[in-house]
């Protein structure tokens, strides 16, 4: 059974940095890709970044990018989403997401078959 833990969610000043971490236990081998997504209230679940699990290619969100950066560590099965210049925009809760079966995007919820339960990151303007 595959689990994705997120953390380092919090409550941050515009302009102020946070990073997020995602856990995977269980099932981790083959693993195609790893991604972020959020979801401010109201709006629906939107892609942030994404990374290949073997090549470390990432994809970003134009919303994000040179803002945020995806990473990850094969030998913690983690994955993390550093996160500077934060803007109140950026309110949301974050969802770590991995495609374990499928290698056919990164930028669509479907393209990933098991998620995280989420973390609420604030940002105070």
């Known amino acids: 059974q595959v689990q994705l833990v997120e953390s380092g969610g919090g409550l941050v000043q515009a302009g102020g940095s946070l990073r997020l971490s995602c856990a995977a236990s269980?099932?981790?081998?083959?693993?195609?890709?790893m991604g972020w997504f959020r979801q401010a209230a109201g709006k629906e679940r939107e892609f942030v970044a994404a990374v290949s699990w073997n090549s470390g290619t990432a994809s970003y969100a134009d919303s994000v990018k040179g803002r945020f950066t995806i990473s990850v560590d094969n030998t913690k099965n983690t994955v993390y989403l550093q996160m500077n210049s934060l803007k109140p925009e950026d309110t949301a809760v974050y969802y770590c997401?991995?495609?374990?079966?499928?290698?056919?995007?990164?930028?669509?919820?479907?393209?990933?078959?098991?998620w995280g339960q989420g973390t609420q990151v604030t940002v105070s303007s």
């Open positions: 269980g099932r981790t081998y083959s693993t195609y890709h």
């Open positions: 997401a991995a495609d374990y079966s499928r290698d056919i995007g990164v930028r669509r919820e479907q393209d990933y078959d098991h």
